[in-house]
């Protein structure tokens, strides 16, 4: 409410959120958590709280009146359509030269993301973040991660036969025809309930293509996990459809955090002050960042040093689909949880997840999101003249991704005598490079803050988001965000509370 004070407030509810709210209050401290999306508790009309991703609706994009599908076209045709504008859970921010997926909701990047839980390798960690304690890392912090995710390996056995898992066997077939290791990935979906949907005993959600713009059945999303257990406490309070629109020193200490409320069409129907000790910035790299890099330059925290906004990266994004011959069909019934990919990261500077196109129909294509070692990096700044934090990425920078990835789809491809797909991302493009899934940065550990999330300029101002990370993390990034803000909230709680 207007004008009440608060000990702790969290800014956003996606993995960093989740961490700092559990932990904060299992420590006795009480939260106030702000999410700009909704809560996504309530089924439509149609009686599911979330729309289909072959057929996207008003609740899927958010405040936008017409879809920005990842793949704009589908065998050469647009596939994109008019909806009505309204705070729906899939956000395409548009920058000058991407365009950055996110998830927008109480549970932030889980309620859209493919729940593809990666650990990176143990000696890939020190490129990722050279400032971190490896070994504690990999002792304490990953496996308390995965566990409080729920992380968990497809039964192999199930895998084998499953006719939903066809597309992934056939990635399997070419990345090892051609020498390329194989590797299975865990996930956050709940394995015996994607077997019920397969026998047809339950609703299906991953059976019938549910992931980009949520699931209503399966996925063990962050209100499943880490925030079902922070309500359990008794001391967090989540408000949905309020944005954050300021973080300055209040008069007699603490900040003071000015509040937007929205209505479903975006709309702010009120405006709102707290008050609050500590804040908690886990808005994801791009929103904690904008409202960073946006402080520091009108003055409300300009104490913030020459970091903020720097250091931010796509993860190396890049997609692609091949075309199969009529004897590698990949299956009709293509299960919307990923669970292997191919890792040519150490010769070739790629991770390629082997990822579905669940379309409901044969289309003899393998798709794959490709996570790759591109070195470029990005800055966030301050535009005065429109009033908004702009972004200098080039779409040209992805090269460096498209020639990672091709030290695997070339040789597949010759191997193989095939072809890449060129009917998925508008005109004839066979890269799918203007778009990322992955941000990372923009306040970077060690830079921007202290070796565990503290701002420098602020006291008692903390990111603990992707933000974070610069710009990399070699693998699909939520485990590690997660582990990140569980050794992070770990250290902060003893030593600044
Ligand atoms: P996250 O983005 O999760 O949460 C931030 C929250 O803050 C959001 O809910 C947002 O609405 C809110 N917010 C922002 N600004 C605010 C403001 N001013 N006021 C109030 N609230 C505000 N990763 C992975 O490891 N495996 C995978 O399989 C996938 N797949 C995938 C698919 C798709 C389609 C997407 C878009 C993303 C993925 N990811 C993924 C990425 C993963 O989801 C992502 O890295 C994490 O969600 C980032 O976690 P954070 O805690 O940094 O922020």
């Known amino acids: 409410a207007d004008g009440a004070a608060v000990p ?60 920005k599908q ?28 991407i365009t950055v997926y996110q998830g927008r909701g109480v549970g932030g990047g889980s309620l859209v993301n493919g729940g593809m839980a990666v650990t990176p390798r143990r000696e890939n960690f020190g490129a990722v973040l050279p400032t971190v304690n490896a070994d504690e890392m990999y002792a304490t912090y990953y496996p308390r991660a995965n566990t409080g995710l729920g992380v968990a390996h497809v039964d192999p056995a199930w895998w084998e036969s499953a006719a939903c898992y066809q597309y992934a066997r056939v ?24 077997k019920q949907e397969a026998t047809g005993n339950v609703p299906k959600s991953a059976l019938v293509g549910e992931v980009l713009y949520g699931n209503n059945h399966g996925k063990k999303t962050l209100q ?32 003071t955090v000015a509040i937007e409320q929205l209505d479903t069409t975006g709309a702010v129907t009120a405006t709102k002050a707290v008050t609050a000790d500590r804040v908690f910035f886990a808005a994801g790299s791009v929103g904690t960042t904008k409202l960073l ?28 689909g091949r075309a199969n011959h009529m004897w590698d069909a990949t299956g009709k019934l293509q299960a919307s949880m990923p669970t292997a990919g191919i890792d040519n990261w150490a010769a070739g500077g790629a991770f390629a997840e082997v990822a579905p196109l669940p379309t409901g129909i044969e289309t003899y294509a393998s798709f794959y999101l490709s996570i790759t070692r591109n070195p470029n990096r990005a800055a966030f700044t301050w535009n005065a003249a429109a009033g908004r934090v702009d972004l200098n990425w ?16 070339d040789k597949i491809n010759a191997k193989e005598g095939t072809i890449y797909r060129t009917d998925l991302f508008g005109g004839s493009k066979i890269w799918g490079d203007h778009l990322t899934y992955h941000p990372l940065g923009g306040a970077v550990l060690g830079k921007a803050t202290d070796n565990y999330g503290r701002l420098h300029g602020h006291a008692g101002l903390y990111v603990i988001d992707g933000a974070l990370i610069p710009g990399n993390a070699g693998v699909n990034p939520f485990v590690t965000i997660t582990a990140l803000a569980e050794r992070n909230i770990e250290r902060i709680i003893a030593a600044d509370f």
């Open 70 to 97: 990842p793949l704009s076209s589908f065998l050469g045709f647009p596939i994109d359509k008019d909806v009505p504008r309204f705070t729906g859970v899939l956000d395409a921010e548009e920058f000058a030269g």
């Open 171 to 194: 990635g399997r077939k070419h990345a090892q025809r051609s020498g390329f290791p194989f590797v299975f990935v865990p996930n956050v979906y709940d394995w015996e309930y994607m």
């Open 8 to 67: 702790a407030l969290v800014i956003g509810s996606g993995y960093g959120g989740s961490v700092a709210a559990l932990r904060l209050a299992q420590a006795g401290v009480d939260v106030h958590m702000v999410e700009m999306g909704m809560a996504w508790d309530t089924p439509g009309s149609d009686g599911k709280i979330f729309a289909n991703t072959t057929a996207p609706d008003y609740r899927s994009f958010w405040l936008r009146t017409r879809t």
């Open 293 to 320: 890099v946006k402080l520091k330059a009108k003055g409300q925290l300009p104490l913030l040093n020459g970091e903020i906004g720097k250091g931010w990266g796509d993860n190396g994004n890049v997609m692609c």
């Open 394 to 409: 080039q779409t040209a920078w992805k090269q460096p991704s498209i020639d990672a990835a091709k030290t695997i789809f």
């Open 224 to 255: 499943k996990t880490y925030l079902a257990r922070a309500a359990q406490t008794g001391r967090v309070t989540v408000s949905p459809l309020h944005r954050v629109t300021s973080v300055a020193p209040a008069a007699g200490g603490g900040y």
